[in-house]
């Protein structure tokens, strides 16, 4: 055993002094780790390391109609966002960031305005085309069904329709109101 | 004096049935916004064969026989979270708001009663080949 250490310790250091810091081996290590990266599977995609903390200044809509924080996950639109904001990622809550594809087909629900104490209605569009945004993740639920009620749900990857199926980040966009 | 009244009665009565039309129409494109338009899309052109269209085909399946009830046992319709009577009511909404030009002349509206009924029998995967059925029913009637 002894010997056995003795031998991977020597070969390590051989290794080390032969091989520059802008190797390929030394690379392949920082390639390795960022390719964990790469999305997860979209139901698992709630629970992805992160938590919706700012990354990005706070934005204010202007509209004392539209109250709050878009870059945060306690927005009043977002009661049943779940992924990436896009106000945190080149995008706002009603657009998609440059370069990506706005999913037509779509998660709806209704969330209540504390502005005026009404339930609009609220279409969860994904946009898509480029790796996930990565910043601001939130996950939020109400109305949300489990995928046995796919129409319901807001864990898959609603980018469907679209040129390429890489979830990038969610917007909020209201379509209508409850009367 | 009695024909003021009936014509106030009736202007009255008119109003109030219209006002529960737009009601029922608010209500009815919320159930479609939540339960339908995610997928079907706003416009209900639907997506491909993917997603079928109801857009100006809805109402064309009551022309041949099937139909009907077909419109009634598609999965997305059977299972909507919705009670049979709001059910009835949404279907009857969608064959006028998307597909008024082949509304049939006969058509009767769907009650409650049927629409409980339809719905205990859901198409499974088998929907893809009844919808084709039908369809070729319907290129055969020129409909």
Known sequence: MKALDRWSEAASRRLAQRSSRRSFLANLGAWTVGAAGIPLLPVARAEAAGTGGPAEPAQTTGNTQDPGDPTQCDYWRYCAIDGFLCSCCGGSQSACPPGTEMSPLTWLGTCENPADGRSYVISYNDCCGKTSCGRCLCNRNEGDRPPYRPGDNNDLNWCLGTKSSVYTCSTGVIVGVKE | ?143
């Open chain 2, 1 to 143: 004096m009695r024909s003021w009244l009936h014509l106030l009665l009736t202007i009255g009565l008119v109003q109030a049935s219209t006002t529960a039309l737009a009601d029922d129409g608010a209500r009815n494109r919320l159930a479609w916004m939540l339960q339908c338009q995610g997928c079907h899309r706003a416009d209900g052109t639907g997506t491909g064969d993917e997603v079928p269209a109801i857009a100006g085909q809805v109402s064309r399946f009551l022309h041949v026989e099937g139909g009907r009830e077909f419109l009634v046992r598609v999965p997305g319709v059977a299972s909507a979270p919705l009670g049979d009577a709001d059910l009835a009511a949404l279907v009857n909404w969608m064959l006028v708001e998307f597909d008024p030009g082949h509304l049939p002349e006969s058509f009767t509206p769907y009650e409650p009663a049927e629409i409980a009924a339809l719905r205990t029998r859901p198409f499974g995967p088998e929907v893809v080949s009844e919808r084709q059925r039908l369809m070729a029913l319907l290129k055969a009637i020129s409909k």
